[in-house]
Every structure is written in C-alpha cells, then in structure tokens.
C-alpha cells in the first residue's frame, strides 16, 4: 500500500538535501531549507493568502521537487549573500507573440528595494513593471512583469532568465529561474547583415579597378575605321 507520515518524508527530503549539497556546497542550512521550500509543488488552496501565497495547513509548501530543487542549487552563484526573508516567485511564462514573465515579490521581514533579472548570462538589471510602487511594507506583495524585446535576445532557441528581490543591506532572494524558447538576432542573421554589404563593396570596388587598368591599356579603344 501507499504509506505517508514523516517515517517517510524524513529520509525522502534527507537524500534530497544531501543532492543540493552535493552540487553546491556552499551553501547554508537556511538556504537549504529555503530552496526545498521555494521549489516544492504547491498542494491545496493557501489556507492564509493574506501572509503566504502558496502555504497549505495540510501540505505545507507542497510536495518536494528534487530535480527543480538541485537545478536551483546549482545555479546558485553566490548563497553567502542571500537572504531568506526576501521572496522572489516566477508564476508565468508567456511565449506567444512576446516574452512576458510574470511574477511576485515580498518581504517577510524588512522591505524589497528592487527587483531584477538577468537573462541568460547577462548582466542583472532590474524590473521597470511594477504593479505597486516601491517601497512597500513588510509583508505586501509586489506582483511584476518583464517584457522582453527581440533585441535583448542574442540567439534563437533556448534561453534562461533568472529573478530575485533585492533588501535594503545588499543581500538578495533566491534566483528563481525560467526556461523558455524564443526566436532571437541570431549569429548567422548577423554575420549576413554584416558580409553581404561588405562582399558588395569589395566586388564594386574590384571591378573599377579592372575597368581603370582595361581602359588603359587601350582595351577599350574603339577601333578605327
């Protein structure tokens, strides 16, 4: 039969604590505690929507996600500076006719003072579309959207966009991430734009030079009667 209980939940979540550790071992109980909370499959209604999104009296955070979870681990550059009481949540991804991700943003203690994002291996920068001025009280959520332009994607195909909340003292979220697939400038499309004007130039160039020295040389002396 199906057993449950935290006979069972206990050496489950241990193994998975061990793979986050395994692949980053900088890392601080607390933040190893915060993405196995972060990453976990909500289950149920919010029983208290007004404190936490996701939070179910039931299930808690959910059920744990192990691949989720070590991929965030992973990707964790630099879990000295993070702050678990700064909350960063990518809820949407739309991929239609634009990029749009969608999320939300709070602090459980202290204030958020920006959020931001970094595209792929970019450079942070941070949310301009806020749906709430900031700063905002502790415990407020900020709900955010990042509208992405065809010029900030450098390729087509398979891209990563990474978010995360920043305090007031430096420290920052976790940096949730999202992958998607977008049509971009790619590599050829700009090695095209940048030859064929070139080879143009060159072929123009080339072939007054021939005209000069034919004419010179008298091969384009009309003949005499």
């Not at 692949?23 to 607390?30: G, K």
Request: proline share 7%.
């Amino acid at each position: 039969g199906r057993g449950s209980g935290t006979s069972y939940a206990t050496p489950s979540v241990a193994g998975v604590m061990a793979l986050l550790l395994e692949v980053n071992p900088d890392q601080t109980p607390a933040v190893v505690k915060e993405i196995l909370r972060t990453t976990a499959e909500p289950r149920g209604e919010p029983t208290y929507p007004e404190l936490d999104p996701f939070w179910n009296r039931d299930f808690g955070w959910g059920l744990v996600d192990a691949l989720i979870a070590v991929e965030e681990a992973k990707l964790l550059e630099d879990p000295e500076n993070v702050d678990v009481e700064l909350q960063a949540y990518i809820l949407e991804t739309q991929t239609n006719d634009s990029v749009v991700i969608r999320g939300v943003s709070w602090a459980r203690l202290g204030n958020v003072s920006a959020v931001q994002y970094r595209l792929d291996d970019g450079p942070w920068r941070e949310v301009s579309e806020y749906a709430v001025e900031l700063p905002q009280p502790t415990g407020a959520y900020i709900p955010w959207s990042i509208s992405l332009s065809e010029a900030e994607l450098a390729f087509s195909g398979d891209h990563t966009l990474f978010v995360r909340a920043l305090g007031n003292d430096g420290f920052h979220s976790l940096t949730p991430h999202t992958h998607f697939q977008a049509e971009g400038h790619t590599s050829d499309e700009t090695t095209s734009g940048v030859l064929v004007p070139l080879v143009l130039a060159i072929t123009m160039v080339a072939g007054g030079a021939i005209a000069v020295v034919a004419y010179r040389s008298g091969r384009f002396t009309p003949p005499r009667d």
